[in-house]
């Protein structure tokens, strides 16, 4: 479900806080669903509706707001003519029936952060040694189009650009004709010096320790495999068991395994967590054993040597299932992220921003993959978090509490005050 | 796949059993598959084709055809006016990507049987007491429009036929939307005094036991549940085990569940046979913890009692799911079917029939439901198999050889032709 009513103009009062709070709630009408949460699916229309109010916001308070090849939305504030960039972003686009906090704050926050920066450096009279890119990645759910980060990972040159505007939704609508139908393509091209982040925790960790900032010292490793189980078309009601190759079977078992390897290699220090998220059968009808289900599982952990024993695990488990289930199990795409390392430099300047706000902070692990997670392999880049309640994410009762989002666009203002001024990286070392 | 080619014309050629093969190889070109199978889905362009087609066939021989409200097909033939109608049918729709056997044949074997008796009483002088009625039965599949066996099921008084004709598709399509567009709907009704079917077996008894005919003493008993299993939305990456209401865990538990009843209960007397054969998740996505899935169980075997002991172990299952997965198990839609002898004077002629044609025959229990399932509980039945190659069935390479299907077509005449002259029900009790 998606609205159109009328929405109010994007704030220009002097508020911060106010602004910010207004602006949120405004963004969130865009494909809101009647539980609270927000349906805008990659290059949907109110993926474009979106979009186009924040061009809308951000071009009343100075931007300049350009498109790249496969649509993710660049709005440049320039603060030191011919200078390289800053770049600050998240996504706008959701989950189906996800919630409205997931990427969409970080980009308005970084939105504010600028629009706020821009007065207050003229009045302290200091000369910035960047300009700021606010950046809207394309598709980073991944769920219409697959896979997921597409904009940044495009953007770090991971995925070529031709192959994204290929991919086809499941009726069979390609990148490229979603993107030219709400208009949001271009050709423009940026080379940015660092990157900064803000996101959700989409976890429970700072809201149980009782902290407001979370600074991301790393990714979990995370391999993901998408798995084919082949069996043989039979009648259910016919066919005997001894004559049975059941696919739904053995992809149940493997769902059930997942499950059981989290629980049997989580230790103390290190979590295994496993997942299955998508789970097609075929041909899915009533009187039909299964020929073929498609299933993605993740295996994922904060340490290299747990998540590989994890994996071997799964593996091993995966041929005793094709055994006893009189399946075959083809292994298809698979996507490999170590563990790894944010900017050491970034952490302190983080840490050091956060105690001159008095916000209370520690430093997390991301689970979940962010653009962050593509743009810290080609620049320093710096991540981090605010509470999500009870860690509840992709589902329309995701929530962030106005005083922690607030708390959040403060610190990231600071951080990218500091970050603009050189403080992170110097403007002669960046761009090409 | 369906092909419109330009097929021979049906055959009146004197080889009876050349004739047979001759149309059952017109027949399996409509709606045929790339794999050897048919897609005659009910209601779909390929099923008006095949009904069409039968039409002609059936008409070139002095049939007349008419529709009943909810497209079942009645093919007439009249044999000794005013008197009242045995029945002789099957279906002529598929599964996707079914077989060109199952349920097409016995239509076309009714069809034969009638159509060799006709010269054959009027050379023996012999003087009928019933008129024949071949019935293709609508959507006996039930993979299109639920339930199966809609068709028969209105004709028996077990579903109203508002209801079945307001039910829609996945696309929304409504059956009798689907009827008026292949145009087999009519207001034609018939009360008939016996019914007789012939299908191939979709198990291997017959085979494993080297015999062609199949007498079928009694349906099993089957239980059948639509569960519900509600989780929590979330996000597979973020999300930590302990916080995950995971549904598609819960549903998978329970596929293998299923399956561990049918190997526990089983005994060498009695099979327990269980089934998965619809499992939709939603949303369905890479990266979210499933919130809900739908899926189909039954439960099958040929002794009550057995049956009740599984499915009580179902139960408990569902119940310990429900707590080791952390979600919620609502049960939907459940059928049940007891375990139902066919009538015994029936089994009594079809032997003899078998006999006189030196058939090797043998009794079987049907797993699977039929249109005669229905039937046998409003008018004496007699239902009959021949034997499906490795039992194999709702599958592109279900065969059945053409021996087989001549030995059967022969003994199908054979019942029908003493059952219109009175050998296993009387006309004068038929009607009302």
């Not at 349906?39 to 186009?52: K, P, S, V």
Request: proline share 4%; aromatic share 6%; net charge negative.
């Amino acid at each position: 479900m998606t609205t159109t009513s009328a929405q109010p103009a994007p704030s220009v009062s002097g508020d911060d806080a106010g602004a910010f709070l207004h602006d949120f709630r405004s963004m969130s009408t865009f494909g809101a669903t009647p539980g609270g949460g927000v349906d805008r699916q990659a290059g949907t229309f109110a993926d474009g509706q979106t979009r186009t109010w924040f061009r809308g916001l951000v071009e009343g308070h100075g931007f300049d707001v350009r498109y790249d090849v496969v649509g993710n939305q660049f709005a440049l504030l320039e603060l030191a003519p011919g200078a390289p960039y800053i770049a600050v972003g998240s996504h706008l686009d959701s989950q189906p029936l996800g919630g409205r906090f997931d990427g969409a704050y970080g980009v308005l926050a970084g939105a504010h952060a600028a629009i706020r920066l821009k007065p207050r450096l003229a009045a302290e009279g200091t000369e910035p040694v960047f300009n700021i890119a606010v950046i809207n990645w394309f598709n980073e759910e991944g769920c219409r189009f697959k896979p997921s980060m597409m904009g940044s990972s495009v953007f770090t040159g991971k995925l070529p650009a031709e192959q994204v505007l290929a991919t086809t939704d499941p009726h069979g609508t390609t990148v490229r004709e979603a993107l030219e139908a709400i208009g949001t393509i271009g050709d423009f091209s940026l080379d940015v010096a660092a990157y900064l982040e803000i996101h959700i925790e989409q976890g429970r960790s700072l809201e149980d320790a009782g902290l407001t900032i979370g600074l991301v010292e790393s990714t979990w490793g995370a391999n993901k495999y998408e798995f084919i189980v082949h069996g043989e078309q039979a009648h259910t009601g016919a066919t005997v068991i001894a004559d049975r190759h059941d696919a739904l079977l053995g992809a149940s078992s493997l769902v059930v395994a997942a499950r059981e390897i989290a629980d049997e290699f989580s230790t103390e220090e290190h979590s295994v967590i496993t997942s299955c998220g998508e789970f097609t059968v075929y041909p899915n009808s009533p009187v039909v054993v299964a020929s073929r289900v498609e299933l993605l599982v993740d295996v994922r952990s904060t340490d290299p040597d747990v998540l590989a024993a994890a994996d071997a695990e799964l593996h091993r488990r995966v041929a005793e299932i094709e055994r006893k289930a009189s399946v075959r199990i083809e292994r298809g795409a698979e996507h490999v992220w170590a563990a790894k390392a944010y900017d050491e430099a970034g952490m302190r300047l983080a840490a050091k921003s956060a105690e001159a706000l008095e916000l209370p902070y520690g430093t997390v692990r991301t689970l979940a993959g962010h653009d962050s997670t593509n743009m810290k392999d080609i620049v320093p880049t710096i991540m981090l978090f605010v509470p999500s309640v009870e860690g509840i994410s992709h589902n329309e009762k995701e929530l962030t509490n106005d005083d922690d989002m607030l708390a959040g666009v403060d610190l990231l203002t600071e951080v990218l005050g500091r970050v603009v001024m050189g403080d992170f990286v110097s403007p002669n070392a960046s761009g090409d």
